[in-house]
Each structure stands twice: as C-alpha cells, then as structure tokens.
C-alpha cells in the first residue's frame, strides 16, 4: 500500500488548485459569468495555496520549514472557505436586506487604500449575493466550500506525513 507523503500531498494540493482556477477561468471566458469582489477574493486564496504547495514541493524543506509552507497553505484554503461562506450568507438574505452594489473591484483599488478595498469586500455587495449559476442546487460559493473541505484535510495532513528523501 503506497504511503502518502508529504511531497506527494503537496503535488496533489497544487494540481486541485489548479483545476479550481481553470474551473473558474472557464465559468468566467466560456461561460461569461462575472465574478463577483468576494468571488476573486476565492480565487486568490486558491492560487495562493496552490503556489505555495509547488513551492513547497519543490524546495521541500525540514521539518520546521515544511511547518511553515502547510500553515500558509492551510491558511490560504482557510480564507477561501471563509469568504465563500461569507458570500454564502449574503446569498441567503432577504432581498430587502441584500447591501447595494459598489463600484467595480479595479476601481476601488485605484482610488482607495488596500485596508478600504479590503473592509468594502468583505461587507460584500449585490452582486456578490446574485446567484447567477448552480448545479445539483448548490451555488458557485457553495462548491467553493465544498472543494476547501477536502484541500483544508489534506493541508492538515501534512503537519504529519512522513518525509521522503529529498
């Protein structure tokens, strides 16, 4: 029985990352479903984890090191799964409870400080809270969290896989 190490966790956390994005780069150019603050956002956070697991995998550090990568992937995945249940939440809002929609994202980081931009998307907007696609009833924020439950496990797991030789 093949034993999960940490090396192959990592290549197995960048490759869902990236099947995640292009996912989302195909609803986004094929499917021209606008993503929302909040939706790119997630995004972010995915290829953070992503990146960060190649990196990892490639530099394979010790112990201490490999520490480090797994809790900012960890993190990563885990700001993802929090800001699509945020999105989520406002999607579960009467409409007369929905907040306005804003300025567009590249606007707001033109004109304000990253701190602003930051507090404006989390407070989320109408669009943010649209539901624009589903599938088996589940919205795209939905499934975001659904992807993160498993990337989140399998970040864990590797505070405690074994180690192959480098």
């Known amino acids: 029985m093949p034993i999960l190490t940490q090396r192959l966790l990592l290549l197995a956390l960048s490759l869902s990352s990236l099947l995640l994005i292009l996912i ?35 530099h394979y550090p010790a112990r201490l090191g490999m520490n480090a990568y797994a809790g900012l992937i960890l993190t990563s995945y885990l700001a993802s799964f929090s800001l699509a249940l945020r999105q989520l939440w406002l999607q579960s809002l009467p ?27 989390l407070n989320g907007d109408g669009s943010c809270a649209e539901v624009a696609w589903s599938l088996f009833g589940l919205s795209i924020p939905a499934w975001v969290v659904v992807a993160c439950i498993p990337l989140i496990i399998v970040s864990l797991q590797l505070f405690r896989a074994p180690r192959t030789k480098p």
């Open 24 to 58: 989302a780069l195909a609803m986004e150019h094929y499917w021209h479903l606008e993503p929302c603050p909040l939706c790119i956002f997630q995004r972010v956070g995915i290829i953070s984890a992503g990146c960060l697991a190649a990196l990892a995998a490639l």
């Open 95 to 121: 409409e007369d409870q929905v907040p306005a929609c804003g300025p567009s994202l590249e606007y707001l980081i033109d004109v304000l400080p990253f701190t602003d931009v930051l507090a404006i998307v």
